[in-house]
């Protein structure tokens, strides 16, 4: 592989940050990174729980999975003492937890997560950036194994060196997301980071007195951590969307139900029923020890809506979404859904099956599609009719629609067709829909009236 030419400057070429981009960089507030390598293997909810120790510091921590947490920390600098006292109290925090670790400190958060897992000191300007990060190896951005073989093959190992070489020519070669990477660690261009939630994931355990292996003798185990789930949920004011329930064996991996929620809720009695509802279709692969149940908060919401607007006295409302809760915990999400209506004249394309259009209300207008000569019963799959079948006994002699629907439609994405469809009445009174295909001159069933 030939090598790309080299420069003295900072990224020479032709394609720079555009002046828009510089200016917005120069004038934005400053900023301070602490990059948090834990070098021991952890889990999510490790860095979860990190995650919340670290937010008495700072508001805004990032997860870097599945190793890292960046922090942002120029705010808080004068409340802890400056930068020593911020990483002392982290320091203190991953000692406590026994944890190996390295941090470092830098304006941008690539660059501060880089220098952390090359244990190099702070870096606190912007402009002593390009000498920081020169010197780390190549290693350290994590990029594809291919890349860094390629630029290896290219006699290239440090990040310095990556940015001598020429813009265009590290874009075209190498990739430009990751000379993209090079700016936003050298500040040249925003690195905006997602901030997690206040709120962590609410996990609840019981651990059961005797091995149980039927699910129905789970119930009272599974009523009290409902019961503390929903306890907790009204002394944070909140609601769940979403809930994981963990069977946990000896022997055995865990088995995991998830269940995902049509709207949020606090309820425990609503909550409870669905995981119950979800037991009951259950098959144990092995005696349960103990019972974990995982949610996640969400903002409260207080509207509620009826099924039914007119109930007789006495008639207890059914709100909708609990409905669709408990038809899902008994049948699957896969089988119960709502349907969303397409401008198409094609007949078996006008709608679509849509899990988020259970409660969207009713439909205003149907399309012009739909008229009241169409079958609601379409067959998925049209059914070829035979000569016999058209002129025996089990259709009358003649079809009872003069004037045929003549549908010609499709032709800008290639499933275009062109029929021509009747209704008619079949010996036994069956109403029936069939068209003629002008392609292959044959007949079809396609839908039945009611």
């Not at 320091?91 to 470092?104: F, M, P, S």
């Not at 304006?107 to 952390?116: C, K, Q, S, V």
């Not at 070489?165 to 040249?188: C, H, M, S, T, V």
């Not at 800008?412 to 062109?418: F, K, N, T, V």
Request: charged share 25%.
């Amino acid at each position: 592989m030939v090598p790309l030419s080299r420069s003295s400057s900072l990224f020479p070429g032709e394609s720079p940050p555009t002046p828009a981009e510089s200016v917005s960089l120069r004038h934005r507030a400053p900023q301070l990174w602490i990059g948090v390598e834990v070098l021991d293997w952890t889990r999510g909810e490790t860095l979860t729980a990190l995650t919340s120790a670290f937010r008495e510091l700072t508001p805004l921590v990032s997860i870097e999975p599945p190793d890292a947490l960046l922090l942002e920390v120029h705010g808080s600098l004068k409340l802890f003492g400056g930068l020593a006292g911020i990483k002392k109290k982290l320091v203190a925090e991953l000692d406590r937890r026994r944890l190996r670790y390295h941090l470092c400190a830098a304006p941008t958060p690539l660059a501060a997560l880089w220098l952390a897992r090359c244990a190099r000191t702070d870096v606190h300007d912007l402009s002593a950036l390009p000498g920081g990060l020169s010197v780390l190896p190549l290693a350290v951005t994590r990029w594809p194994d291919d890349v860094l073989v390629g630029l290896v093959e290219m006699g290239i190992r440090a990040v310095g060196e990556c940015m001598r070489l020429p813009r265009d020519g590290f874009a075209r070669r190498i990739g430009a997301q990751y000379l993209e990477q090079l700016d936003k660690a050298l500040g040249r261009r925003p690195d905006p980071r997602i901030e997690l939630g206040s709120i962590p994931a609410l996990c609840l355990t019981v651990e059961l007195a005797a091995e149980i292996t039927q699910t129905t003798a789970l119930s009272s185990a599974l009523q009290d951590l409902v019961a503390r789930l929903g306890l907790e949920l009204r002394r944070l004011q909140r609601q769940v969307l979403s809930l994981e329930l963990v069977l946990r064996h000896t022997r055995r991996p865990a088995t995991r139900e998830k269940l995902q929620l049509v709207e949020p809720t606090h309820e425990a009695q609503r909550l409870m029923g669905l995981l119950v509802a979800r037991l009951e279709s259950m098959t144990l692969p092995a005696p349960v020890i103990a019972l974990d149940l995982t949610a996640l908060p969400v903002d409260m919401q207080i509207e509620e809506s009826e099924l039914f607007a007119d109930l007789a006295p006495g008639q207890q409302s059914v709100a909708p979404a609990a409905l669709v809760e408990r038809l899902r915990a008994r049948f699957g999400i896969e089988r119960v859904y709502g349907l969303e209506l397409i401008e198409d004249h094609r007949p078996e394309r006008v709608w679509a099956r849509r899990a988020d259009k259970l409660l969207q209300g009713r439909v205003s207008s149907l399309p012009p599609s739909l008229g009241t000569a169409r079958p609601l019963w379409i067959l998925p799959n049209p059914v070829q009719l035979t000569a016999n079948e058209l002129c025996g006994a089990t259709f009358t002699s003649e079809l009872h629609e003069e004037v045929p629907e003549r549908i010609e439609s499709g032709w800008w994405d290639g499933s275009d067709i062109s029929r021509d469809y009747y209704a008619i009445i079949t010996g036994l009174g069956q109403r029936l829909w069939i068209y003629k295909d002008h392609a292959t001159r044959g007949w079809y069933l396609h839908g039945l009236f009611g």
